[in-house]
C-alpha cells in the first residue's frame, strides 16, 4: 500500500488477514469505508474496494452473513463453504497489497494470508465446535456476535496502530497453535456435519 512502510504493512496484513478469516464480508465492509473516507490508502490493484458499489455488496453480504450465522445447523454449511471463499480472498488481498515489493515477497504474503486466515477460521469453528452442544441458542449467538466485532475493530485498529493489532493477532495464533489438534477436529466436525446437513 502506497505511503506506509513495509514494517507497516506487513503488520496491517496480518491483522487484516485474521479479520478476514473471522468475517471477510465485515473485513472488506469495513477497509472500504475506511478507504472511502481517506484514512487509510489503497494500491491501484485494490482501489476497487472504495468503490461505494463493492462496498455496498460487502455489506448486503455481511447483513446476509450476519443472520445466517446465528442460525442453528444453518451456520454449519455457511461457514464450511466459506472455508473456500475466506481463506483464498485473504491471499488475493495481502498479494495485491505487496504489489509493490518483489514477486516472491507478493507470494509469501500470500501465502502468509492465507494460512492466517485459515488459522482464524480454524479458531472460530473450534469454539463454535464447543459452543454448539449447549441446548440454548444464545451462547451460539452471542460468540457470532462478538467474531462479527472482533473483525470490525481489528480491521479498523490495524490502521491506527497496526503494531498492537498484529501483536493482538501473534496471541490469538499461539493459542491457536497450542490448541491446533481441537481445531483440526472442530475442522473435521464442521465439513462432517454440513455434509451430513445437505443429504438430509
Do not use: C
Not at 478507504?35 to 468503490?51: D, S, Y
Not at 459452543?131 to 485498529?157: C, H, K, M, Q, R
Amino acid at each position: 500500500m502506497p505511503h506506509i512502510p513495509t514494517n507497516e504493512l506487513v503488520a496491517l496484513l496480518v491483522a487484516i488477514s485474521f479479520a478476514a478469516g473471522l468475517n471477510l464480508y465485515a473485513t472488506l465492509a469495513t477497509l472500504g469505508l475506511l478507504a472511502h473516507a481517506g484514512l487509510l490508502p489503497l494500491p491501484p490493484e485494490l482501489q476497487v474496494m472504495a468503490n461505494w458499489y463493492v462496498i455496498a455488496a460487502s455489506g448486503v453480504m455481511f447483513a446476509i452473513e450476519f443472520v445466517a450465522d446465528k442460525i442453528p445447523v444453518f451456520d454449519l454449511i455457511w461457514n464450511a463453504l466459506h472455508t473456500f471463499i475466506r481463506v483464498p480472498a485473504a491471499s488475493l488481498i495481502a498479494y495485491h497489497a505487496t504489489a509493490a515489493l518483489s514477486p516472491w515477497e507478493q507470494v509469501l504474503a500470500a501465502t502468509a494470508g492465507g494460512a492466517i486466515a485459515l488459522a482464524a477460521h480454524g479458531g472460530k469453528t473450534a469454539v463454535r465446535a464447543a459452543v454448539t452442544p449447549s441446548p440454548e441458542p444464545f451462547s451460539n449467538i452471542a460468540l457470532s456476535f462478538g467474531e462479527d466485532a472482533v473483525a470490525v475493530f481489528l480491521t479498523w485498529f490495524a490502521t491506527r496502530h497496526p503494531y498492537w493489532a498484529a501483536g493482538i493477532v501473534v496471541v490469538l495464533l499461539g493459542i491457536i497453535v497450542l490448541l491446533a489438534r481441537w481445531v483440526v477436529r472442530a475442522l473435521r466436525g464442521l465439513f462432517r456435519g454440513a455434509e451430513r446437513e445437505l443429504v438430509k
